[in-house]
């Protein structure tokens, strides 16, 4: 005879259904907390440790966060992306079950030492924790509450046009930020080329922001960017001979959005 389940079809429904909205930390999913800052337009989350300025022209918007230390990594984690949902097991009262949001580390959470890592010291390692632009924690998390526990994890970066290159320094100093850069988000090395140079190493000078100790004003420059998964791509001829000191370049190509490796 045919074995048959006991159990009802609106049981195993409602199984399935909870198992797709609330993720498991063996899933790649890590513990943390999150708290928010900036108003509730983010303008107070312009500029930040990583350099992308104004958020809003920059691409990033109102979806961001200020990473702990034990997750900014000295500014490599500048420009990655985190999907988070409030930890509702673990917090009734202030999460919205189900709702996630995707957000892009754009600045530092600072250690404060003089306070408990458990009571207002939320960014002191090892915590891993978020202090989220307003409008993105609140898609997770209700206002009252302030702080929440978070599920987290990495996900690839989903933008809108090429990567970005945005000029600074001085006549014999190239100071570069680089932007709006797809996959993992993050960079891990960075070399320029001039037309009349061979290529040279740059160096993170902070945040997202790579230097190089070379006259090159009057050159056009290509860029080979390796993300953080290992992944290079070469921006060939990027920005034009007649470039001057703050002046931004998009290019048209972008770092794949699949499979990534974090």
């Known amino acids: 005879m045919e074995a048959r389940s006991s159990k009802p079809w609106s049981f195993l429904l409602f199984v399935v259904t909870a198992a797709s909205r609330f993720p498991a930390t063996t899933a790649g999913w890590s513990k943390g907390s999150a708290t928010f800052y900036g108003g509730s337009d983010a303008s107070g989350t312009m500029g930040g440790a990583c350099g992308y300025g104004n958020l809003y022209w920059s691409g990033y918007g109102t979806r961001t966060a200020a990473l702990s230390s034990a997750l900014f990594n000295d ?33 530092f959470c600072p250690p404060n ?3 408990s890592g458990d009571d207002g010291g939320w960014c002191n390692p090892p915590r891993a924790h978020f202090d989220m632009a307003q409008p993105a924690w609140l898609r997770i998390g209700i206002y009252k509450g302030g702080i929440v526990p978070v599920l987290y994890q990495r996900v690839a970066c989903v933008k809108q046009g090429g ?4 000029m600074g320094g001085f006549e014999r100093f190239l100071l570069v930020l680089i ?23 740059m160096s993170r000078n902070w945040g997202a922001h790579w230097q190089s100790p070379a ?9 080979g960017v390796t993300d953080t998964a290992g992944q290079t791509v070469v921006f060939q001829n990027v920005v034009p001979a007649w470039w001057r000191f ?7 190509l972008q770092f794949p959005t699949s499979a990534q490796s974090f």
Request: proline residues 3%; hydrophobic residues 35%; charged residues 15%.
């Open 75 to 107: 500014g490599a984690s500048c420009g990655a992306c985190y999907q988070l949902t409030c930890d509702h097991e673990a917090e009734e009262r202030w999460c919205l079950p189900g709702k996630s949001v995707t957000v892009t580390a754009t600045n």
């Open 113 to 115: 030492y003089e306070l």
């Open 163 to 166: 990567v970005r290159f945005t």
């Open 179 to 201: 932007s709006n850069v797809a996959g993992t988000g993050s960079i891990k090395a960075v070399w320029v080329k001039g037309t009349g140079t061979e290529r040279m190493p």
């Open 215 to 223: 006259a090159l004003v009057g050159q056009a420059l290509t860029f």
């Open 246 to 252: 703050g002046q931004a370049f998009t290019s048209n």
